[in-house]
């Protein structure tokens, strides 16, 4: 079959090879993947980091407060300690005032405090380390990060080892800094972990999923280009997963299209052989009709008994031949239905066969006296001639011949509107292929020469009459049974049958 498209190049016929997309596609899913990675994991980190920068404030104050407590232990233990000392270990929280509550004490104690010159007089926030909730600490950690000034004052409360609690009052700016530091810091690594992990999905989708695409976009276009040629059905990777899947799928549609192909092309190139035998065939049946139109004029008995079938089996096959070149193909003209004797039929089959009383094979016939059935007779005739000759066949086939054995029987009768007319023969029955491809063209034929039309040509011709045809079960050799219904008549015109009664 000849394709319209373009001619694919010879890398597209390599389905295994390395794939090229046939399409240049600008913004692919890999980098539709990439970007969507890169932001879902800013994405997480913007949601975690309201939580995250709340611990380090109140971790970087309790390391403040175990600095104080370790100040007020000083404090505790000695008695008199000179006020430069006092500066210097309350520059080493940094603070800027330490006091402690012990216990049994009413008030708390201020154990020392900065004499720094411009110190503000307010404490504008306060944070509690022994009752801290999650959500206040939030909104105080951010109002830290983005409202605090320097010299902003924040007093920070926590557990004291030798007393009620500690308390210290620091700057909130170094605070401050100390969370735009880590912020920053979050945020470098936010963008590392997004690059590396959307650099790892990028290639892992790539080869799992965007090249075995491209390979079966690549594939496709070959195949649609030329489906005939079986090289180009794609070849599944060992995979398990859905690409696999759709892999084999591919392949097995393909493999399929290309057979119903081949097997198209093979019936287009049977119909135009059979076309030009038929054209040929009805030219020599002509001439030879005409010589059988001149024997016919002979005076000899012999000759005048048999002339006349000779020329109505010519004149049969020269219409025939031309009925199937105006179709163009073997479509059968609708049954031209009359009331026939059964009998004739059956005696003109058993003469084209050539079978006579001395013949090999013994003919039998058992036909109720004077059966008419209401069909068209020339299809008729050929229906009983395929199912005869094929017994004929299939008794020749056992060797050796014994007409006590060797029988073809045809039986007619009438069920109620039904003809039934039977072929049955004694030979060696349906084999399993045979009987496996019952009814369907060029398939069903086992012997040499056959093409296995003739019970396809059969089974149309019977159900052109609405008729059916099967092949019985369990009977020696092989029987079918052909049903022919009457026409139904309608019913204004059996009244008037009535009436002419
Ligand atoms: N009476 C029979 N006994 C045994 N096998 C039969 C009989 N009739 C038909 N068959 C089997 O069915 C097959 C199909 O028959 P069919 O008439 O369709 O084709 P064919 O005889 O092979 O070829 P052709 O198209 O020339 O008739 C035969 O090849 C044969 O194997
Ligand atoms: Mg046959």
Not at 298 to 321: G, M, S, W, Y
Not at 406 to 429: C, F, K, L, S, W
Not at 480 to 490: A, G, L, S, T
Request: with cysteine; proline share 6%.
């Amino acid at each position: 079959m000849s394709s319209k498209t373009a001619p694919v190049n010879d890398d597209s016929k390599l389905p295994a090879a390395a794939p090229a997309c046939p399409v240049r596609i600008r913004f692919g899913l890999s980098a539709k993947l990439l970007l969507l990675t890169v932001l879902f994991v800013l994405l997480a980190e913007v949601c975690i980091f309201p939580s995250a920068i709340s611990n380090y404030r109140l971790n970087w104050l309790e390391n403040k407060l175990a600095k104080a407590n370790t100040a007020a232990l000083v404090f505790a233990a000695a008695q008199d300690i000179s006020e430069e000392l006092s500066q210097k270990i309350l520059a080493s929280i940094p603070a800027r005032a330490l006091a402690m509550k012990s216990a049994g004490l009413e008030r708390r104690r201020l154990l020392a405090i900065a004499n720094t010159p411009q110190l503000p007089s307010k404490v504008l926030q306060e944070v509690d380390m022994r009752d801290t909730l999650a959500l206040p600490a939030i909104v105080e950690a951010l109002r830290t990060l983005l409202e605090a000034k320097d010299g902003d004052l924040l007093r920070a409360v926590g557990p004291a080892q030798i007393g009620e609690f500690v308390e210290i009052v620091i700057e909130e700016g170094p605070l401050r800094e100390a969370m735009w530091a880590y912020s920053r810091n979050i945020i470098l690594l936010s963008i590392a972990i997004s690059a590396i992990s959307a650099a790892l999905v990028y290639f892992a989708l790539h080869y799992l999923f965007v090249r075995p695409l491209y390979r079966i976009t690549a594939n496709m276009a070959a195949f649609r280009a030329d489906p005939e040629n079986r090289d180009l059905i794609l070849k599944p990777a060992p995979r398990h997963d859905e690409i696999g899947f759709v892999e084999r799928e591919l392949a097995d549609m393909q493999r399929g299209l290309s057979d119903t192909l081949h097997e198209k092309t093979r019936l287009a190139n049977l119909g135009l052989a059979v076309s030009k035998i038929n054209h040929d065939l009805r030219n020599l049946l002509a001439s030879a009709q005409l010589f059988s139109d001149r024997l016919a004029r002979l005076p000899d008995p012999q000759v005048q008994r048999f002339a006349p079938k000779l020329v109505r089996a010519l004149e049969r096959a020269i219409a025939f031949c031309q009925s199937t070149l105006s179709y163009g193909r073997a479509q059968e003209p609708p049954p031209d239905r009359r009331s026939v004797a059964v009998m004739d039929i059956v005696d003109d089959v058993r003469e084209t066969l050539g079978l006579s009383p001395d013949s090999r094979i013994c003919w039998i016939t058992s036909v109720e006296r004077g059966l008419a059935v209401d069909a068209d007779r020339d299809q008729l005739l050929r229906v009983l001639l395929n199912l005869s000759r094929n017994a004929m066949q299939a008794l020749e086939t056992c060797a050796p011949n014994d007409p006590a054995r060797d029988q073809i029987r045809i039986t007619g009768r009438r069920e109620g509107a039904v003809v039934v007319i039977e072929v049955a023969d004694t030979g060696p029955g349906f084999s399993e292929q045979a009987r496996a491809k019952l009814f369907q063209p060029f398939q069903g034929s086992t012997r040499s020469g056959g093409a296995g039309l003739g019970l396809v040509i059969a089974e149309e011709l019977v159900r052109a009459h609405g008729g059916e045809i099967s092949l019985v079960d369990g009977t020696i050799g092989a029987t079918f049974h052909v049903k022919i219904p009457d026409r139904p008549i309608p019913l204004h015109q059996r009244r008037s049958e009535r009436v002419h009664v």
